[in-house]
């Protein structure tokens, strides 16, 4: 097992030429409205870790350059492709118009939401999560083609936003 110090976490630097090489996966994230700058930079690693096309910030999200994502993102807002948006209903609308086979599929707990490991994902997908408190706006949940949710066992009623999107993002790799 590799066991490396924060100090080199935080010092990955790669070579254009590396990032170049990187197949990217056709995943998009889109943030409506995550307010905690921890959750965004963990969902700038998770957008490394799964290679995907791009992190749309929309709406009070957050965006680099910011210090607190800088050092929960570990330095992978330097490459990871991201844009920001007014809000998720004017980003989801462009992806549409960009691509008519894109699939939008919000995390979150709704009356029409199916569990995440039952629902079939197809590329390319944007995946939505929305804000910590309030979750996915109505108005984005009715542009999704699905909404997909986490069986909760115990006491507590959810999950961490980065964490659901964490385990819904390697359901979703499984099928590439």
């Known amino acids: 097992m590799i066991k490396l110090k924060a100090a080199e976490l935080r010092s990955t630097n790669p070579k254009s030429s590396d990032l ?8 998009y994230i889109v943030l409506d409205n995550v307010l905690d700058t921890y959750n965004v930079g963990a969902i700038f690693r998770l957008a490394d870790a ?27 807002t330097e490459w990871v492709e991201w844009q920001y948006a ?8 462009k992806l549409k118009i960009k691509n008519e086979k894109l ?19 197809t590329f390319p997908i944007a995946l939505v ?10 108005e984005v949940l009715g542009m999704c083609d699905a909404i997909v949710e986490l069986p909760m066992w115990g006491v507590n009623i959810s999950l961490n936003v980065m964490v659901s999107l964490g385990i819904v993002l390697y359901k979703v790799c499984s099928v590439i």
């Open 20 to 27: 170049k090489n990187i197949k990217k996966n056709p995943i």
């Open 50 to 76: 799964v290679a995907a096309e791009k992190v749309i910030l929309c709406g009070q999200t957050e965006t680099p350059p910011n210090s607190k994502i800088k050092k929960a993102s570990i330095n992978t």
């Open 86 to 93: 007014s809000s998720a209903k004017d980003a989801i609308a």
């Open 103 to 121: 699939k939008i599929v919000a995390i979150e707990q709704d009356k029409r939401s199916v569990p995440y490991d039952r629902y079939e994902y």
């Open 129 to 138: 999560v929305g804000n910590e408190t309030e979750g996915v706006s109505r």
